[in-house]
C-alpha cells in the first residue's frame, strides 16, 4: 500500500525565539529600512522648517442701512470677493511674480451678528507687504461697489424725499378733510425717508493685516519621532517579508528536487 507523501512544509506554529532569530538573521534589512525612512523624515522636517507664519486679518465694518443691519447681504458681499476680485488677484500675482503658489492664503468671514467682513491670511513677516497688498486690493474694490450702492440709495431716497415734500405743500394748501389725512400720511412718509437717508452708514476699513500669533504647526522633533516610529515599523515588516521570501524559495527548491 502506498504510503501518504510526507509533507515537506514545516509546521507553522512559530514562538517568540524564532521571530528574535529572524530579526538578528535579518537584521540588515531592518536597519537599512529604518534607517532610509529616518533620514527621508529628517530631510522633510529640516526642508519645512522655515520661517514661522503669523495670521494677519484686516477688519471692514459694511455699509448699513441701518445700525446691524447691512446696506448689501454680507453673503453677497463675500461671494464677489471669492468668485470675482479673489481670482483675478491671483492670477495677476501669478503673471507678475512668474510662480504657481502664492506664499500665503485668505479666507473670508463674517461673524456672526454683525456687519463685518474679516479678511484672514497665514504668511511670513517677510511676506507681510504682499499681505497688505492682497487685503487693500480686495476691500478696495469692496468699498468701490459699496460706495456705488451707496450713493444709488441715497439719491434714491433723496428723490423720493423731493417729491413727497411736493406732494405734502400741495395738500398743506387744499382746504377740505381728506387733505389733512392725506398730510398726516405725506408727513408721517417723509419722516421715514429722511430718516432711512440719516440711518445710511458709509462702510469703513477698521484695520489692515494686523499681525496675529503666530500659526503652530507641526514641529520638527514630533515629525522626527514620528519617521522613527513609522522607520521601526516598517523595518521589522521589510525583515519578515525577506525571511518568508527566502522560505518560499527553500520550499520551492527542496520540492523541484
Known sequence: MEQPQRSTYQDDEISLVDLA???????????????????????????????????????????????????????????????????????????????????FDLEINNPDNTTLVTLNSTATVKNRDQVLNLHETLLGSVIE???????????????????????????????????????????????????????????EVIEYAARGEEVEGISSIMILVLGIVLGGIAGIMMAFFVEFVCRVRESLAAESK
Open 145 to 203: 461697489r459699496q460706495q456705488q450702492v451707496l450713493e444709488r440709495k441715497q439719491s434714491q431716497l433723496e428723490r423720493s424725499i423731493e417729491r413727497t415734500s411736493t406732494q405734502l405743500e400741495r395738500v398743506e394748501n387744499t382746504d377740505s378733510e381728506a387733505s389733512i389725512e392725506l398730510a398726516a400720511n405725506y408727513a408721517d412718509r417723509l419722516f421715514q425717508l429722511e430718516r432711512e437717508l440719516e440711518n445710511l452708514t458709509e462702510g
Open 21 to 103: 532569530i529572524i530579526l538578528i538573521r535579518r537584521r540588515w534589512w531592518l536597519i537599512g529600512t529604518a534607517g532610509v525612512i529616518i533620514l527621508l523624515t529628517l530631510a522633510f522636517a529640516l526642508l519645512t522648517h522655515g520661517d514661522p507664519e503669523y495670521q494677519y486679518t484686516s477688519i471692514y465694518q459694511q455699509t448699513e442701512a441701518e445700525p446691524g443691519r447691512p446696506l448689501t447681504s454680507s453673503a453677497s458681499v463675500i461671494q464677489q470677493m471669492e468668485s470675482l476680485d479673489w481670482p483675478n488677484y491671483q492670477r495677476r500675482y501669478k503673471e507678475e511674480n512668474k510662480v504657481e503658489i502664492l506664499p
